[in-house]
């Protein structure tokens, strides 16, 4: 089901649903599966006025590098992809126990930062794949 979501559209798959108002201390938009491991959070940056940024894959994978080293995570698998005309930098970092997938986007003068964390299960992967369906569908 496409859905607005907090200055954003994007496809909702079924089982997953706006928990953002269930959290501690009003906490960023999130996405959970019903019957889920992991949350799927936005942090969202509507361009309103001023110089245009006109970012570019550049601009997103310096984002990138800077969210690796302020994270610990190991910025040498950023990758990038193109959803229609929405840029994305993005990485996947897996500990033992926990699952991190983390994306910048942008259609150049808009931004968002998309993050998926799991625990460790059987149903990660299936959820992980569903996550990254919902954040290629995004558009501002």
């Known amino acids: 089901m496409r859905i607005q979501f907090y200055g954003i559209t994007l496809d909702l798959p079924d089982e997953w649903e706006d928990i953002t108002d269930d959290l501690p201390n009003k906490g960023p938009p999130t996405l959970a599966k019903t019957s889920g491991v992991g949350a799927l959070q936005f942090t969202i940056a509507r361009y309103s006025g001023g110089e245009k940024p006109n970012a570019d894959f550049d601009v997103l994978r310096s984002f990138m590098i800077q969210f690796c080293q302020n994270n610990h995570i190991a910025a040498d698998h950023i990758s990038t992809q193109k959803f229609g005309n929405i ?54």
């Not at 986007?105 to 993050?115: K, M, V, W």
């Not at 625990?119 to 990254?132: F, N």
């Open 87 to 140: 840029m994305c930098a993005g990485v996947l970092s897996k500990t033992i126990d926990k699952i991190l997938s983390v994306g910048y986007l942008s259609n150049g003068n808009d931004f968002a930062l998309a993050t998926y964390l799991a625990l460790e299960s059987d149903l990660v992967s299936k959820e992980l794949e569903e996550a990254r369906a919902i954040i290629s569908s995004i558009s501002f």
